[in-house]
């Protein structure tokens, strides 16, 4: 029997980019067949040219053994072809049935929307894959994980046979990831394909049939997860050996530099994000702040680096109190910040990479002489930290919204690690990005370590804080759970604490401390 | 080694300086292009013989005393002016029947009559149109019966239209170079200063042009709409004008400084009042300045029908400022340009160092492309909001400064033709950028100078060339249209971005 799905040869040309080169791809019915690759390996140029959004400079798509030409996203969508994006397509104040009737109405008597059927079709779909949704709900009270869901169900509910997920698991919770695997199966048990773009290798291993590995436009080769370790599946994305592990010796911590106590903390809307919490962070460790997203880490930062109102406690950096200080301040303390959302707060992606590079230190000297900036200084700064941070840029010139996400954040780790600081406050430093660049943060940030920095490492990336962190604090509902000597903690443990709950057999020597 | 590698980096900055300031030229100037190709389609509708000629309704020339409907009619002499190929004395008497229309050739003679169809005497004529006489013309055209001629005779009013408009914004070349000549031979500079008047009436328009640009643009680069630029030339030229009469014993350079300054100052406190709000209430800027423009033309009325009216004028204007606040003017009449162009260019070139050279600008151009980057790196928003009102409104101020002090020696409640809100579209068109705002503030005052005598001049009337400048603001404004329309490549690198969503709703 034909593949359901055969690319053959497809290239794709851009002006002065070769996004991809020959590539060749094919899709067996009921697989789950996962296209690997790092960030601008052509991954998503690839799945735009099936799903119609591009032409193919060369190529043949063969869909059941039939070539086909495929205009746009009408043309896949009636060819079977479903794709579900990293950034949702959904209305957040319409419910899951109108969103999935959306743009394919069933009406009644000529007019009415006719959403009792569908939603019972919706169930239906829902049933037979065990997607756990309710028609009935609104988007904007709904989980990200269960969003998802909704948008499987769109493309069921369009009778595609082929499901595209792009980075689908970027946005989940670890739990989340779980059951969209479940969901997978289930979805390929019954006869549905799927390909499953993304750059993580343990999700690859854990749930793919078959893998194909794209590099810089082109396949690198197509593997079974038997034959396949994370190692040579990352060899095989970078094109050279790569450290996974990061080698760290044991830390030698030294002088308290933050101490935090009784912090409170609310958001914008008023509500209490964090509550009650006090740590101690020294000189030469790396404390890691551990927790599902929108526990409290987003404002804790935030507060510590100046940028959000605190409402009671106190925050001091080696003595000094700067609950309520302005984010000057702070960084006037020798506090470097690598935020949270890059293009939000750390870039202004339309300036150049030179003044990125002096974003909050242009006003010092040998930036500026008092107003006038010198722009020699700024140049020479800016081409030394690209040389030394290995940003890949054409020139300090371009504007950083037209770097990849790993250099734009190498961009910010450039800037924020050429100061002499006292603490590095690191949310989410590898988000989103590809194997080569978390190898070379994370290297940095145990540079820094060991050159007597504090530093505290935000990060929902568990294996990101098991690989850095000396102990950790995991985080729950704006409170503190407990902090854990990192060695001697499992995964698990850890996944235990973020829901909220202690550990029955987490050895007392592991705990710093705890409210259990 | 070290240096070529630098030589390189410094010529590849080069290059992509000239690639970036061509592509950002190129749109705008065919911008200018198409929204002129535009305006002529709008002179030549509106021009009453392009009109007729596509209408149903054909010319008709009146015999003399012939009782005619004034709409189809013109004169033999406009139906010789503009039509000299299709007119010829004593050839042609034209008839009307009904909807349709008779071509009829009156003929001196019998044995003229070649085509009898076409052809009646001169009596038959008489007794249709008892007034008609040979020695009389008359010609009919459809756009169906001369196709052709629609099209000459539109192009011969788009021509007319913009050799006027040329002609009256930048002078005729010939009557500049024999004043030239007559000048070097007798030293006598008076046709030389007649013909040079289009010009230096250009130059004088643009300079209020140039101030309230920059004003906005400044506004633009932080992130923050200031349309109350208008507002702010008011108070400016009040200030300045209290400045000029109320001293009247200064010495010159002294008292137009001052009174410069106070112009600043004015516009300065009525931009910063709106930037304060926004700062610390986060009420919109947009709002506010558009209410504090109604409150600066009350509070000016106000003054000048009591505490500034001149006295013993029963006019709303303010007493004539001392002559020691003028804004010299160099030449002699009727050379209007003064001293104000020259501040205005400096002006321009003050801004492009304060924004791209100094911390003040840095921290002014983060705030409007991302104010969030802007709170991280430790700049304060509301400062930097405050600031860049407050400069805004004193270059707004100049604006007005530099009219009563250079130009109307007085304040007058209809001084300023709408500069403010013209200057936003100045502000859009020139890219918020300094250079940009002095092109297009003389693209500006030379189509507003030009205006005048294309009214005068080709009978074009004034609206059509409010109607071309925004045809020109309506294909700026919208760069997709003219991509499309001449097939030109989305430039990726488009420069700084600004938000100006902030604040409403969410």
Same mark, same amino acid.
């Given at each position: 029997m034909a593949p359901v799905l055969e690319l053959r040869g497809i290239t794709k040309q851009f002006p002065g980019v070769l996004a991809n080169d020959n590539v060749n791809l094919t899709l067996e019915a009921g697989e789950i067949h996962a296209l690997l690759g790092e960030n601008g390996a052509g991954k998503t140029t690839l799945m735009n040219i099936l799903y119609g959004l591009y032409k193919p400079t060369k190529g043949q798509i063969l869909i059941k053994g039939k070539e086909v030409e495929i205009h746009g996203p009408t043309d896949a969508i009636s060819q079977g072809i479903g794709m579900v994006h990293q950034h949702f397509m959904l209305v957040p104040v319409l419910s899951v049935t109108q969103n999935v009737m959306l743009g394919q109405e069933t009406v009644k008597s000529g007019v009415f929307l006719d959403q009792r059927k569908v939603a019972g079709e919706i169930r239906e779909i829902a049933r037979k894959y065990g997607l756990n949704v309710d028609p009935d709900a609104y988007i904007r009270d709904l989980p990200v994980g269960v969003q998802q869901r909704v948008e499987i169900i769109k493309v069921l509910y369009r009778n595609a046979d082929m499901l595209i997920l792009d980075e689908p698991t970027a946005v989940l919770t670890p739990q989340e990831v779980e059951d969209l695997f $479940?969901?997978?199966? !289930?979805?390929? $048990?019954? *006869?549905? !394909?799927?390909?499953?773009? /993304?750059?993580?290798?343990? @999700?690859?291993?854990?749930?793919?049939?078959?893998?194909?590995?794209?590099? +810089?436009?082109?396949?690198?080769? /197509?593997? !079974?997860? #038997? $034959?396949?370790t994370e190692k040579s599946l990352a060899e095989m994305m970078v094109g050279r050996a790569v450290e996974l592990m990061v080698h760290k010796t044991d830390a030698d911590p030294k002088d308290a530099v933050l101490e935090v106590k009784n912090l409170l903390v609310k958001d914008d809307l008023e509500t209490v994000k964090v509550e009650g919490v006090s740590f101690t962070l020294r000189a030469g460790e790396v404390l890691g702040v551990a927790g599902v997203q929108g526990n409290g880490q987003t404002e804790l930062v935030e507060s510590l680096t100046g940028m959000r109102h605190v409402e009671s406690g106190s925050i001091s950096i080696l003595g000094q109190e700067i609950a309520n200080a302005t984010p000057r301040q702070v960084t006037e303390l *020798?506090?470097?910040?690598?935020?949270?959302?890059?293009? +939000?707060? *750390?870039?202004?992606?339309?300036?150049?990479?030179?003044?990125?590079?002096?974003?909050? /230190?242009?006003?010092?000297?040998?930036?500026?002489? *008092?107003?006038?900036?010198?722009? /020699?200084?700024?140049? $020479? #700064?800016? @081409?030394? +930290?690209?040389? @030394?941070?290995?940003? +890949?840029?054409?020139?300090?010139?371009?504007p950083a919204a037209t770097l990849s996400g790993g250099n734009q954040q190498k961009v910010i780790v450039a800037r924020e690690f050429s100061r002499p600081n006292k603490l590095m406050v690191a949310s989410q430093p590898t988000r989103g990005l590809d194997v080569g660049s978390i190898e070379y943060i994370h290297k940095r940030i145990i540079q820094q370590r060991d050159a007597g920095t504090a530093i505290l490492l935000v990060s929902t990336e568990l294996d990101e804080i098991r690989a850095l962190s000396d102990r950790v604090a995991v985080m729950f509902e704006g409170r503190i759970v407990a902090i854990v000597r990192a060695r001697q903690v499992t995964k698990e443990q850890l996944g235990l604490l973020m829901a909220g709950s202690m550990p029955d057999d987490l050895p007392p020597s592991a705990v710093v401390e705890g409210q259990a | 080694m070290a240096q070529t590698e630098k030589k390189q980096s410094s010529s590849n900055k080069k290059k992509s300086f000239w690639r970036q300031a061509f592509n950002a030229m190129l749109v705008p100037v065919l911008a200018v292009i198409t929204g002129l190709i535009a305006g002529g389609f709008v002179i030549a509708m509106s021009d009453p013989v392009v009109l007729r000629s596509i209408a149903p309704n054909p010319w008709h020339v009146a015999a003399e005393g012939e009782a005619v409907d004034p709409s189809i009619a013109i004169d033999l002499e406009t139906a010789l002016q503009y039509h000299p190929n299709e007119v010829d004395v004593g050839d042609y008497a034209v008839f009307k029947r009904g909807t349709g229309v008779l071509f009829r050739e009156i003929v001196e003679s019998q044995d003229q009559i070649e085509d009898k169809d076409k052809q009646i005497d001169l009596?038959?004529?008489?007794?249709?149109?008892? =007034?008609?006489? =040979?020695?009389?013309?008359?010609?009919?055209? =459809?756009?169906?019966d001369r196709p052709l001629f629609a099209f000459q005779a539109a192009w011969r009013s788009v021509a007319d239209a913009y050799r006027a408009l040329f002609l009256g914004s930048l002078g005729s070349p010939v009557q500049i170079a024999e004043g030239w000549q007559l000048y070097r031979k007798t030293g006598d500079s008076q046709a030389l200063r007649n013909a040079l008047r289009p010009i230096s009436e250009s130059l004088v328009t643009s300079i209020p042009y140039v101030f309230a640009g920059l004003a906005v643009a400044l506004g633009f680069r932080a992130g923050l709409f200031n349309i109350g630029a208008e507002?702010?030339?008011?108070?400016?030229?009040?200030?300045?004008?209290?400045i000029g009469y109320s001293f009247t014993s200064l010495p010159p350079v002294l008292h137009v400084t001052l009174a410069i300054i106070a112009g600043a100052i004015g516009g300065a406190a009525w931009g910063i009042i709106p930037g304060w709000l926004k700062a610390k209430t986060g009420a919109h800027e947009v709002i506010n300045t558009i209410m504090m423009n109604y409150i600066a033309f009350r509070v000016v009325s106000w003054l000048l029908r009591g505490p500034m009216q001149r006295p013993g004028s029963g006019k709303p204007v303010s007493p004539v400022i001392a002559e020691s606040a003028y804004l010299p003017q160099f030449f002699g009449a009727p050379l209007r340009i003064h001293a104000g162009f020259f501040l205005a260019i400096a002006a321009a070139i003050f801004v492009w160092w304060l924004l791209f050279k100094t911390t003040i600008g840095f921290e002014l151009r983060t705030v409007g492309s991302n104010p969030n980057a802007a709170k991280y790196s430790g700049m304060s928003v509301s400062r930097n909001i405050i600031v860049a009102m407050g400069l805004s409104g004193a270059l707004a101020g100049l604006a007005g400064a530099s009219e009563v002090l250079g130009l109307n020696h007085y304040l007058a409640e209809a001084f300023s033709p709408g500069y403010g809100f013209d200057s936003i579209a100045l502000a859009l068109l020139g890219k918020s950028h300094p250079l940009g705002v002095v092109l297009a503030a003389l693209l500006f005052g030379t189509l507003r100078s030009g205006a005048t005598s294309m009214q005068s001049l080709a009978q074009v009337p004034i609206d059509i060339i409010t109607m071309i400048q925004a045809l020109v603001i309506v294909f700026i404004a919208a760069p997709e249209i003219i991509r499309w329309l001449y097939r030109l490549r989305k430039v990726e690198d488009e420069g700084e971005k600004t938000i100006f969503a902030r604040g409403w709703g969410s």
């Open positions: $479940e969901i997978l199966h !289930s979805l390929v $048990e019954q *006869g549905i !394909s799927v390909i499953f773009i /993304t750059h993580k290798l343990k @999700e690859v291993l854990a749930v793919a049939d078959r893998i194909t590995v794209l590099r +810089r436009g082109k396949t690198v080769g /197509t593997v !079974s997860p #038997a $034959e396949a *020798g506090v470097g910040h690598i935020p949270e959302d890059r293009q +939000r707060d *750390g870039l202004v992606l339309s300036y150049p990479v030179r003044d990125n590079m002096v974003l909050n /230190t242009y006003y010092k000297k040998p930036f500026a002489n *008092g107003l006038v900036i010198n722009e /020699t200084a700024v140049i $020479e #700064a800016a @081409e030394a +930290r690209v040389k @030394e941070y290995d940003v +890949r840029t054409p020139s300090i010139y371009v | 009596e038959r004529a008489q007794r249709r149109s008892a =007034t008609l006489d =040979t020695g009389n013309a008359g010609i009919s055209l =459809t756009f169906s507002g702010q030339i008011f108070i400016g030229a009040t200030f300045a004008a209290y």
